[in-house]
T-cell receptor
Framework: ETGVTQSPTHLIKTRGQQVTLRCSSQ?????VSWYQQALGQGPQFIFQ???????GRGNFPPRFSGLQFPNYSSELNVNALELDDSALYLC????????????FGQGTRLTVV | DQQVKQNSPSLSVQEGRISILNCDYT??????FLWYKKYPAEGPTFLIS?????DKNEDGRFTVFLNKSAKHLSLHIVPSQPGDSAVYFC???????????FGDGTTLTVKP
């Protein structure tokens, strides 16, 4: 039990639609990172938020965007869904920006058809 | 260009024996390395880490070794237990960066 919860656990969307994934971090954790994990691969960094501001971004297009809220919750939004967006999306929270230990949620499995 | 590589997709060992999981990296700027364990339908769980100023870190049955000149690290599990069966991810980061770069994982199976 990491104290990080994600919703929904599974989701099916149609190509071209928009999706919002949610994460509730551990209380007191100011940093949340989002990762995409394709089948058979390791998690790939999408972006990180620290105290509600973006604090680093991986090689993902602008249609991937996020928000972090003062109550330690956050969102990942993906517009214009493509088939290749089908993956497990993980959020991870940590105490600070460096965050030597990140606590992951169980992930949201997104399928785009 | 994959900066963190786990070249063995799977490993099978007998209960009680040693499990050795390997990881190679290419970016010499990495200065902190982590191992995560992942069970099906769960998120990765932090296992153990090592700073680049050390060459060994031990926590119970788990030991991580770092060879900076070879850009190689390994995770040793002794003795291996069936509950250790999971996917193990190696990850690396550099100073003051929250982003971790992950390998593709090694599936460990410990047979009773």
């Amino acid at each position: 039990e990491t104290g990080v919860t994600q919703s929904p656990t599974h989701l099916i969307k149609t190509r071209g639609q928009q999706v919002t994934l949610r994460c509730s971090s551990q209380s007191g954790h100011n940093t949340v990172s989002w990762y995409q994990q394709a089948l058979g691969q390791g998690p790939q960094f999408i972006f990180q938020y620290y105290r509600e501001e973006e604090n680093g971004r991986g090689n993902f297009p602008p249609r991937f965007s996020g928000l972090q809220f003062p109550n330690y919750s956050s969102e990942l939004n993906v517009n214009a869904l493509e088939l290749d967006d089908s993956a497990l999306y993980l959020c991870a929270s940590s105490l600070d920006r460096v965050g030597t230990e990140a606590f992951f949620g169980q992930g949201t499995r997104l399928t785009v058809v | 260009d994959q900066q963190v590589k786990q070249n063995s997709p799977s490993l099978s060992v007998q209960e009680g024996r040693i499990s050795i999981l390997n990881c190679d990296y290419t970016n010499s700027m990495f200065d902190y390395f982590l191992w995560y364990k992942k069970y099906p339908a769960e998120g990765p769980t932090f296992l153990i880490s090592i700073s680049s100023i050390k060459d060994k870190n031990e926590d119970g049955r788990f030991t991580v070794f770092l060879n900076k000149s070879a850009k190689h690290l390994s995770l040793h599990i002794v003795p291996s237990q069936p509950g250790d069966s999971a996917v193990y991810f190696c990850a690396a980061r550099w100073a003051n960066a929250g982003k971790s770069t992950f390998g593709d994982g090694t599936t460990l199976t410990v047979k009773p």
